[in-house]
Structure formats: C-alpha cells, structure tokens
C-alpha cells in the first residue's frame, strides 16, 4: 500500500508527520515523501529539516495521497505543473486527502469543486474561491476524497482512514498504542470556542 505525502518549502509539520506516525502503522503501507526536487526540505518554522530522496514528478501512481499545509501552499498554487500532477495522481488513488491549507492545493486543481470541504478557519474564503464550500468540521469524506481542518485535525482524518484501509479494531489499535487521547489544558481549538483576544492572537501566528 503506497501512500504518497508530497513536503515542499515551508510545509506545516504536523500536518505531514502526525498523519505519518498514524498511517505508517497500517498493515502493509508504506509510507514516503515526494518534493519539487531531492533534497533537504525545511519546514514553517524554520528548524526542522526533512531529507527527500524522490522528486514528486517521478511518482506517477498511488494508493493514498496526503497533501499537507502550511506557508509554502501559497508558492503552489500557481504552480500548473505540480497541480496537473495532483490530479494525475487522484485518478489513481483509493483515497486523496488533505490536512489544512492542503485543501487549498486540491481546490485549487479543481478535486474540490461542489463539495463541501475542511481546511484552516483562516483559509474559509479563500477554498470557496476555488469552488469548494467552507465547513468548519474536524475531517469532511465525499467518497475517495478527505480534507481536514487545521493541523492537530491530520490525526484525526489519519485514524479515520487507518479504519478505511484497515479497520477499525486496527485503527483503534494504533491510536491506543500513540496514545492519542487528547485532553487539551483549555476549550479554545476552534473559532466557535476561542474568545476575541485568543482569536486576534492566533492571527498573528500565521
């Protein structure tokens, strides 16, 4: 089972490595990184480094596709050739998915037009202008096509798929031995919930 997770520069950690540590324990998958061209990839924050060996274009087949977030979605957005390259890929696939500003890759290459679709609340307008229809819910599924909300919510949709690929005895497994059993300090992980000055502050973070 090929699941392909393409990094590029400036990519959102968590959005690639926490649906990773999930799905790498499927039965059978295997899991890799594809990027614009082999070499190291830095992440958002500027610290974390990932070594790629495989150019994405050298990837013409998958079982799942994972398109993670983060800053450097806005380099590929007009970028046609890495868009035609996520629609190639998506007629091949069991399941195309993506975790925060990813969604705005697969809206962008047209995956998302009509359907209801999740990203970050900071990018709601922005996916409906790409023809996809903004809810705020944790993990969206029409079909083979997945999209989740902000970064943690990649966990999430990775668990749910795990179950698709698997089962859920299996992805049950997995999240019990990640020990995913969040019990966050406070009740402010969505717009709904945050107060005004927590939502002015998280604007800032960007």
Known sequence: MDIVIPLFERFEPLDAIGPYEILAHVPGAKV?????????????????TVDVPTRYSEVEACDVLL???????????????????????HTTTRFT????TGGLL??????????????????AEEIEGYGAAYTPERVVRHGR???????SSGIDMALRLAALLADETTAQAIQLYT???????????SVAKASPAVLERARTLG
């Open 32 to 48: 890799r990184f594809v990027a614009p061209e082999p070499g190291r990839i830095t992440d958002v924050l500027g610290s974390l």
């Open 67 to 89: 398109v993670p977030g983060g800053g450097g979605v806005r380099d590929l957005l007009d970028d046609q050739r890495f868009l035609d390259w996520l629609c190639q890929l």
């Open 97 to 100: 998915t993506s975790v925060c």
């Open 106 to 123: 697969l809206a962008a290459a047209g995956l998302l037009d009509g359907l209801t679709a999740a990203t970050h609340w900071g990018t």
């Open 145 to 151: 096509i997945i999209t989740s909300a902000g970064v």
């Open 179 to 189: 020990e995913y059993d969040p019990q966050p300090p406070f009740d402010s992980g």
